[in-house]
């Protein structure tokens, strides 16, 4: 049988093929010029999310609409967020970001934050801008966490009577329990520790701040040594699963590529610090919907190539394609 994937056409650069080389350097790199507004958007339970608009936007009605969901503790500052902005809304696309409860510039209100299976705010924005921009094609576009949080999403919504035509996943940790797994060994606990600093900063002005219905105080927080332990003592009892294993399992995307129904471009490399090797191997055939692209190298949310005499994002440079190959250019329409 043949394999349920396509090689990825990503050639990295000779010298920067190294998976930690092609994580970090994005983070080197001069950053994409956007300029964006701000909305607060509210949501059913009482709480908000933070988006972020790409200016100017198009005043077409029937406009395109590209929504990003960034990575764990990501943000707009997240080095691929306004490098993927700019190059939808220089397609025409009216594009957005959506920051997880707590990742834009200000807490939120409820005890809960946000996680990798946690599809209902995303679902909530989509149809308002339903509601919005109704003659408007809509493409998600997810990194990461949020990779894993739109592909379960598409798998378990996507189809007649939601508003979205089509959908990016990128770097997606679709097995979480072998993620965290692989975080937790050798280099990779730097990008374990890099990310458990920020979630635990977070929590602990929660718990200074107001009473969380949590088992744990600072101290014990404060002793929290991997994302695991993290999931099992903060993530989990939060929002309402019983301990990390819980999570993972009912959280995790992979398992449910076979029920997608609608387009969905996934990109990934196989040496991701990020996530076990040969980690499509791990799930069911993915549905004829799901186009899987797996590069030889590429990091984590890496993808720098050598492009005009300089480092470039391959990633802008593909979900671009994508994006024109699911609604043209207004100038070539």
């Given at each position: 049988?043949?394999?349920p994937?396509?090689i990825?056409?990503?050639r990295?650069p000779?010298?920067?093929?190294?998976?930690?080389?092609?994580?970090?350097?994005p983070?080197?790199?001069?950053?994409?010029?956007?300029q964006?507004?701000?909305?607060?958007?509210?949501?059913?339970?009482?709480?908000?999310?933070?988006?972020?608009?790409?200016?100017?936007?198009?005043?077409?009605?029937?406009?395109?609409v590209?929504?990003?969901?960034?990575?764990?503790?990501?943000?707009?500052?997240?080095?691929?967020?306004?490098?993927?902005?700019?190059?939808?809304?220089?397609?025409?696309?009216?594009?957005?970001l959506?920051?997880?409860?707590?990742?834009?510039?200000?807490?939120n209100?409820?005890?809960r934050?946000?996680?990798s299976?946690?599809?209902?705010?995303?679902?909530f924005l989509?149809?308002r801008?339903?509601?919005?921009?109704?003659?408007?094609?809509?493409?998600?576009?997810?990194?990461?966490?949020?990779?894993?949080?739109?592909?379960?999403?598409?798998?378990?919504?996507?189809?007649?009577?939601?508003?979205?035509?089509?959908?990016i996943?990128?770097?997606?940790p679709?097995?979480?329990?072998?993620?965290?797994?692989?975080?937790s060994?050798?280099?990779?606990?730097?990008?374990?520790?890099?990310?458990?600093?920020?979630?635990?900063?977070?929590?602990?002005?929660?718990?200074?701040?107001?009473?969380?219905?949590?088992?744990?105080?600072?101290?014990?927080?404060?002793?929290?040594?991997?994302?695991?332990?993290y999931?099992?003592?903060?993530?989990?009892p939060?929002?309402?699963?019983?301990?990390?294993?819980?999570?993972?399992?009912?959280?995790?995307?992979?398992?449910?590529?076979?029920?997608?129904?609608?387009?969905?471009?996934?990109?990934?490399?196989?040496?991701?610090?990020?996530?076990?090797?040969?980690?499509?191997?791990?799930?069911?055939?993915p549905?004829?919907?799901?186009r899987v692209?797996?590069?030889?190298h590429?990091?984590?949310?890496?993808?720098?190539?050598?492009?005009?005499?300089?480092?470039?994002?391959?990633?802008?440079?593909?979900?671009?394609?994508?994006?024109?190959?699911?609604?043209?250019?207004?100038?070539d329409?």
């Amino acid at each position: 049988m043949d394999e349920p994937w396509q090689i990825a056409d990503f050639r990295a650069p000779p010298g920067l093929g190294n998976r930690h080389v092609q994580t970090l350097l994005p983070r080197a790199l001069p950053r994409a010029a956007v300029q964006t507004r701000g909305e607060i958007l509210e949501l059913p339970d009482g709480d908000f999310v933070e988006l972020a608009w790409a200016r100017p936007a198009p005043v077409e009605a029937e406009a395109p609409v590209m929504v990003l969901f960034h990575g764990l503790e990501g943000s707009l500052d997240s080095p691929y967020a306004p490098a993927l902005l700019k190059v939808a809304a220089g397609l025409g696309w009216r594009a957005v970001l959506m920051h997880f409860r707590g990742c834009g510039a200000h807490p939120n209100r409820l005890p809960r934050a946000y996680h990798s299976g946690d599809t209902a705010d995303a679902a909530f924005l989509i149809d308002r801008l339903a509601q919005r921009y109704p003659l408007a094609p809509k493409v998600a576009v997810g990194v990461s966490l949020g990779g894993n949080m739109l592909a379960k999403l598409v798998a378990e919504r996507g189809g007649p009577g939601f508003d979205l035509a089509g959908a990016i996943v990128i770097s997606a940790p679709l097995d979480l329990a072998a993620c965290a797994d692989t975080l937790s060994r050798g280099f990779s606990r730097l990008y374990e520790r890099h990310l458990l600093a920020s979630l635990k900063r977070k929590m602990a002005e929660r718990l200074a701040r107001e009473r969380l219905p949590l088992a744990i105080g600072p101290g014990e927080l404060a002793a929290l040594e991997s994302l695991r332990a993290y999931d099992d003592a903060v993530t989990a009892p939060l929002h309402g699963f019983d301990g990390a294993a819980d999570y993972y399992r009912r959280a995790s995307a992979g398992p449910l590529l076979g029920d997608v129904m609608l387009p969905m471009l996934v990109l990934h490399a196989d040496d991701d610090p990020f996530m076990p090797p040969a980690l499509f191997s791990r799930f069911p055939r993915p549905s004829p919907a799901v186009r899987v692209e797996l590069a030889r190298h590429g990091g984590h949310v890496g993808f720098v190539e050598w492009r005009d005499g300089r480092p470039a994002s391959w990633l802008a440079r593909r979900v671009a394609l994508q994006l024109a190959a699911w609604h043209a250019p207004r100038s070539d329409r």
